[in-house]
């Protein structure tokens, strides 16, 4: 049974950067799409960043252009999230996710399949 491990969320000013990790302890994650998404208190979880397994290439929602890096690590079995330029707004649980039918990563909610159990980023002064 794949199982996500989502780490690095934590209180951090405005302007401010965290480095959140993603791994799949016995499993690598270069096989799958993997895809980050967020859930704000209130509302609906939505997609951030996704990553591809074939061609390592990357997408981003409006909101975390510029300011967020999603990046595989083959070696060790770790996709990443950089983000930077923090914002009140980006306060949320984040989650990593793998789509395991595809290595062309979209940031469809529905299209995910397994799921880590999240981590809290807080951005507040």
């Known amino acids: 049974q794949l199982q996500l491990v989502e780490s690095g969320g934590g209180l951090v000013q405005p302007g401010g950067s965290l480095r959140l990790s993603c791994t799949a302890p016995g499993f690598r994650l270069d096989y799958w799409a993997i895809g980050w998404f967020r859930q704000a208190p209130g509302k609906e979880r939505e997609g951030v960043s996704c990553i591809s397994s074939r061609d390592d290439s990357t997408k981003y929602a409006d909101s975390v252009k510029g300011r967020f890096t999603i990046t595989r690590d083959g070696t060790e079995h770790m996709v990443y999230l950089q983000m930077n330029s923090l914002k009140p707004e980006d306060t949320a649980v984040y989650y990593c996710?793998?789509?395991?039918?595809?290595?062309?990563?979209?940031?469809?909610?529905?299209?995910?399949?397994?799921w880590g159990q999240g981590t809290q980023v807080t951005v507040s002064s």
């Open positions: 996710a793998t789509d395991q039918r595809t290595r062309v990563c979209d940031m469809v909610l529905n299209d995910y399949d397994s």
